[in-house]
């Protein structure tokens, strides 16, 4: 059964704090992304990789940051978390096209982060 | 500028009847489309594709259209069970070397019994 993990379900942290949320992935996936959910404004993207070591901006990159150092893990960081950065937070893995051709990108369960 | 569109952000259906979900998108170079289902506090679960040589693929109760040149996608469910109350949204990956996964910004399916 293929899987992408989140390291926590639920977190709570205070403003200023370094955050960091991990992500981990089974499937031997080139890209891995980073998105937040928030009520009416669907899935954004905040950081995006597509190899090791190798990342891109999303939509949203402000006050984020990422490390991919293994193929399998991609980790978010908030350099200081603030209020406004409260949501729900998913991780995705996904194929290369190129190499595996037209598939679906599996997440994980999420991660509801609450700063406080 | 937001390359894909989910205009309708709820819609409520009786069960037994059809539901249907459109999605607009601006990005010629789209060529492949999915849609996702997504339950309160989980995370999205994979439902169906097209690919654009395509215009409809059919998955038991599921089905997608594609009309390429109105832009336009929309999943069809019939018939509508209680199970399917949630969360749906329609994605496209970028180009091979950019697969950025773009989503809409969702439509939340009610089922009424």
């Not at chain 2, 998108?25 to 849609?35: E, P, V």
């Not at chain 2, 259209?65 to 749906?88: C, E, M, R, T």
């Not at chain 2, 949204?89 to 439509?107: Q, R, V, Y």
Request: some cysteine; aromatic content about 12%; proline content about 4%.
């Amino acid at each position: 059964d293929v899987k992408v993990t989140q390291s926590s379900r639920y977190l709570v942290k205070r403003t200023g704090e370094k955050v960091f949320l991990e992500c981990v992935q089974d499937m031997d996936h080139e890209n891995m992304f980073w998105y937040r959910q928030d009520p009416g404004l669907g899935l954004r993207l905040i950081y995006f990789s597509y190899d090791v070591k190798m990342k891109e901006k999303g939509d949203i990159p402000e006050g984020y940051s990422v490390s991919r150092e293994k193929k399998e893990r991609f980790s978010l960081i908030l350099e200081s978390a603030s209020t406004n950065q409260t949501s729900m937070y998913l991780c995705a893995s996904s194929p290369n096209r190129a190499i595996k051709g037209n598939t679906e990108a599996f997440f994980g369960q999420g991660t509801r982060l609450t700063v406080v | 500028d937001q390359q894909v569109k989910q205009n309708s952000p709820s819609l409520s259906v009786q069960e037994g009847r059809i539901s249907i979900l459109n999605c607009d998108y601006t990005n010629s170079m789209f060529d492949y489309f999915l849609w996702y289902k997504k339950y309160p506090a989980e995370g999205p679960t994979f439902l169906i594709s097209i690919s654009s040589i395509k215009d409809k693929n059919e998955d038991g109760r599921f089905t997608v259209f594609l009309n390429k040149s109105a832009k336009h996608l929309s999943l069809h469910i019939v018939p509508s069970q209680p199970g399917d109350s949630a969360v749906y949204f329609c994605a496209a990956p970028g180009d091979f070397g950019n697969e950025k996964l773009t989503f809409g910004t969702g439509t939340r399916l009610t089922i009424i019994p």
